[in-house]
């Protein structure tokens, strides 16, 4: 893979074939990883979402605790409603990963637990 950079060296773009302005960068290169995730969102349902909790040994339980200790009160509060009554989960959005950090999981588990979900 290779990637455009832009002024600042951040990547702007990407490319399967090099040309005289990329660079190549490995697939699991955390600045690409980072970068795909802001092109392409990963969002499961709610179902995939808890099942591959607890196939990866949290518990529902778990994730409720998580949740409470969320120390705003407001956002406790919209992270509530959208696990008990969501319909779908976004891997960038703001509770998953309050509540995944929480939960003591980096990055990549959190990756892990999206790529796992969308094969359920």
């Known amino acids: 893979m290779y990637v455009h950079r832009d002024e600042d060296n951040n990547i702007k ?3 399967y074939f090099p040309d005289g302005s990329t660079e190549e ?14 092109m392409e969102p990963v969002i499961v349902s709610m179902a995939q979402c808890r099942k591959a909790f607890v196939m990866s040994g949290t518990t ?11 120390e705003d009160p407001q956002e406790r509060e919209l992270a509530t409603i959208d696990w008990q009554y969501g ?9 998953v990963i309050a509540v995944c950090n ?6 990549s588990a959190i990756d892990e637990l999206f790529s796992l979900a969308q094969t359920l």
């Open 25 to 38: 960068i490995g697939e699991d290169d955390p600045e690409y990883i980072a970068f795909r995730r802001k």
């Open 102 to 107: 929480i939960l003591g999981m980096s990055d």
């Open 87 to 95: 319909t779908e989960v976004n891997r960038d959005s703001a509770y």
């Open 60 to 70: 529902i339980a778990d994730v409720d605790a998580a949740i409470s200790q969320i």
């Open 13 to 15: 773009g990407l490319s």
